[in-house]
């Protein structure tokens, strides 16, 4: 027994006890909760309780969202912009193309949101309530296309959100559409993915001007993204 590590353990519960109204001062009362593991999957461990992380962090037009215990904002459906410091009403042109859900030239049309940075899970929300989904990558042609919309973009040595993610089972998947990725096709950077049980997400990322492949990723880092 790692007597120091007992004692150790011993000390903080003691220092974050609570005094309850009809108890002994000598009664400890432990903390409901050390980490977020020990809340509900729509709570947070705030200052040693279960809470609700949400309240106050998105601006007008925006709805506060949680995932495993952490908050995102998106913005509501019809609107657009930057949940954290207010959305628009997004023109009605624009929500009726993107909400018909057509493929024109029997192909994905791919769209890169340049204006604002988000975590992996708001980019999700943000495309939806746009009327797509974030970027699945089916086939080479696909991935081609992407790094096409992105190279229009003129955005160079920056990270951009895909759907694709290994949280589910650890194996990678398009979140978008539950598809794994394809077995015989990929376009990592060499050596990725290399942390696949912390970095979780997958973005295209470029380095050095060299082109744009893909990269595992921390899911709660903030990037642009491609619907």
Known sequence: VNFDLVGLLWFCWIVHGTNVPGLTVNTLVLPECMSNAACGELLACIDLTCQDPCPGPCQGNATCKIHNH?????????????????CQRAQASQRGVLLTGSIPSG????KVERFFKVNYFAALAYCTT????????????????????????????????????NLPQGQWIWMSTGEPLLPDYSD?????????????????????????????????????KVN
């Open 70 to 86: 952490l908050p995102y904002c998106a913005c509501d459906p019809g609107f657009s912009g930057n949940p954290f410091i207010g």
């Open 188 to 224: 990592w950077w060499p050596g990725e993915p290399n942390n696949p049980w912390v970095e979780r997400c997958l973005d295209l990322w470029e380095k050095d001007l060299n082109g744009y492949m893909w990269n595992d990723k921390l899911c709660m880092e903030r990037f642009f």
């Open 130 to 165: 746009q009327g797509g989904r974030l970027a699945s990558i089916e086939s080479k042609d696909e991935n081609k296309l992407i790094k096409e919309a992105i190279n229009n973009s003129g955005i160079r040595n920056a990270q951009f959100w895909t759907s694709g993610t």
């Open 107 to 110: 192909r994905k049309v791919y």
